[in-house]
Structures are given as structure tokens and as C-alpha cells.
């Protein structure tokens, strides 16, 4: 059983009685969104990708950097806004003092599991390194700090390109196909992640075992802080962090730069 609380916040009630937090979109509230509308949400999330690795734009480095990272985020949510105007600011909620908590909780969470399981995975086969490591040792300190405030736009749509295709399948699988909640979600849970790896199979010179397995992993514990959160800024939150932590390391040398 689920109900609104407000337009934009959904809550269900659990087994016990209690009112919890619930995502949104999957049991038509707070407004249901057709397989053909979530279809051009996705179709979306691919086009703001698509821009930000193939659209030519004019001028210095930073100012690419900053339009192809600003447009990422942004094409995906507006166009969610389209097809669901009245409630497609449920993917986010109001950032809580706990928030910020589990922000740092998942980043520093995911940072053991991605080393850990990088170092398990380097023992067998080559690792290969982002190159943001030599691009920011390249830059003055300026231009570094400039880089890094780009990521922050850029991240935000790594997790609005993963998140809501997740929402989708999990609406489409209960709503049309009449799966379970647990298992649609975590059928979507899966995909996203694989679908995240591959994003970055480029960026890795199509590492396929770095993409899907520390990263897909990564991406599975990056999807949880939004999951328990139901909070989009939770999970944007705890990539930033997580991919700071990894850029600076990438600027000293370290070896955690092969996991950025």
C-alpha cells in the first residue's frame, strides 16, 4: 500500500504499520508515467550522453567541459518535466542533516569496496587509468579547481542517467508486467549498473572486466544511496565525494587513480 504525502514526496506503509519513504513513479504516484513517456525519458538520458562524448563545441577545453557537463543533467530532467509535470521533482528530496551523513557513509563505503575489489581484480588482469589523472596534472591550479567544479554538474547526470532508467524498468515491470516490487527492482538494479559500466568503456580503452565488475560494483553501491534515501542529491552527494577522492589521487600519483 502506498499514498503521497505531498505532489512531489511518496511514502508507502511497510509491514509493520509504519510510513516510509517509497520510490517514486512505480505505483503511479505521485502521477504514473506511460511506457511510451518512459521511453522518451530514456531515449533521453541516451542523447544527453551521446552530447557528452560526441558534440563538437567551439572554444578553450573548460568551456567544452563545463557546457557538455551542465547539458548532461539537464536534458534528461527536462524532459522528465515534460512527461511528468507535476511530479518529477519526487526523485529528490529536502537535504537533511542525516543526509550529508549517508553522503559521506556511502562514498566512504564505496571507496573500500571499489579498492578492494581493484586490487583483488589487478592481480589478474591490467587496470587502466582515467586519463582526468594526466588532464588535471596538466592544468594550472586554477584551471584544476575549474575542472573540478565542472565534475560536480557532470556526476549530478551520471546519477539522473542511471536512476531513471532504473525508475523506469521498475515501473514498467510492476506496473505493465506485474512483476514483484523486489524483483523489478532489483532486475533494475543489475541492468543500470551494467548499463553504467559500458558507459565507461571508452573512457577505459574497453576494459570490459575494469567496466562491468569495479565499476558496475561501484555503480550498484552508488544506486543503494539513492535506494535506502529515495533521494537523488544522496547519491549525486556520495559520487562527488567518492570521484574527488579519486581525482586527487589521480593528481599525487596514487594507484587509486586506476580506479577513477
Not at 17 to 26: A, E, K, Q, T
Not at 30 to 53: D, E, H, K, M, N
Not at 95 to 113: E, H, T
Not at 178 to 183: E, L, Q
Request: with cysteine; glycine share 8%.
Amino acid at each position: 500500500m502506498a499514498t503521497a504525502t505531498t505532489s512531489v514526496e511518496v511514502t508507502r506503509i511497510d509491514k509493520k504499520g509504519r510510513v516510509r519513504p517509497d520510490l517514486p513513479f512505480y505505483q503511479g504516484l505521485p502521477v504514473a508515467i506511460s511506457g511510451t513517456r518512459w521511453l522518451i525519458v530514456v531515449a533521453a538520458c541516451a542523447v544527453a550522453f551521446a552530447q557528452l562524448v560526441l558534440l563538437p563545441i567551439p572554444g578553450p577545453a573548460l568551456l567544452q567541459q563545463w557546457i557538455h557537463a551542465i547539458l548532461f543533467p539537464v536534458i534528461p530532467l527536462v524532459t522528465l518535466a515534460i512527461v511528468a509535470p507535476r511530479g518529477w521533482t519526487a526523485v529528490f528530496r529536502k537535504v537533511r542533516l542525516g543526509d550529508i551523513g549517508a553522503m559521506i557513509g556511502f562514498a566512504v563505503l564505496n571507496l573500500a569496496i571499489t579498492l578492494g575489489i581493484g586490487t583483488v581484480v589487478s592481480q589478474f588482469t591490467d587496470l587502466t587509468a582515467n586519463p582526468i589523472g594526466d588532464t588535471l596534472n596538466g592544468l594550472s591550479d586554477g584551471d584544476k579547481v575549474s575542472m573540478f567544479l565542472s565534475t560536480i554538474p557532470q556526476l549530478i547526470g551520471e546519477e539522473v542517467v542511471t536512476i531513471l532508467p532504473l525508475l523506469a524498468i521498475l515501473s514498467v515491470l510492476v506496473r505493465r508486467l506485474h512483476w514483484s516490487r523486489g524483483a523489478a527492482l532489483t532486475t533494475a538494479w543489475i541492468v543500470t549498473a551494467l548499463t553504467f559500466g559500458a558507459m565507461h568503456l571508452p573512457t577505459y580503452g574497453w576494459n570490459l572486466v575494469q567496466c562491468f565488475v569495479i565499476i558496475g560494483i561501484a555503480r550498484l553501491v552508488l544506486s543503494l544511496a539513492y535506494l535506502k534515501t529515495k533521494n537523488l542529491w544522496v547519491s549525486s552527494g556520495a559520487h562527488i565525494i567518492n570521484d574527488w577522492v579519486m581525482f586527487a589521487a589521480a593528481i599525487g600519483g596514487s594507484s587509486l587513480a586506476l580506479l577513477a
